[in-house]
């Protein structure tokens, strides 16, 4: 599913420097693409992520980025490392902690290990900020997600990365798992204002 193109959507004031641009739902989507609403008016992008279901178990989600407006995506020029770190109810060790990484390649890892059992895990919630995507520079961005898996475990994801050897505009983005369809859930975009 693809944000429309034809006309910028409507924007609406969300309090401070941010303003609400755009909200896509996943209803059984290979992916959920946003291609409008990128402006130099922004000096960052806010992704907020609720509540999406994989249709394949034990999946991740992965951003991928754009600078024709979606019409192809970066096979390279991504680098980025993500943290996550874990708590099972009830253990002797406070956490764990392991690490994917992704370099010179074609996608971010936004959230690990995604799960679809309704009954026993929580859907992954947090959010992705994308800075310098209205400027020809390398584009950076950091994320956070938090999920409830089965067996009482909870788990808190970071990832930090940028683009190099890509100075370019970054005008579209896509999230998708790595495998399976989203069958449900939304993502809401937003701009800060540069002032």
Known sequence: KTQGTSAN???AEAGGNTVFISKQTASDDASLAFTSGFSTDYF???FKFDNLKPATDTVDILM????DAGSSY???NMYSVSWFTSRLSGSATSSDLLAKEVWNGAFAYMSWNQGNDAGSEWRSAGELRLYRASIAAETAWTSTQVQFEMDNKFSRQITG???SGAEEIVNGIKFAFSSG???SGDIYMYGGKAE
């Open 9 to 11: 959507p409507v924007w």
């Open 44 to 46: 960052e992008y806010i």
């Open 64 to 67: 991928y980025l754009s600078n």
């Open 74 to 76: 970066y096979t390279a």
């Open 161 to 163: 990365g940028c683009t």
């Open 181 to 183: 369809n989203i069958t």
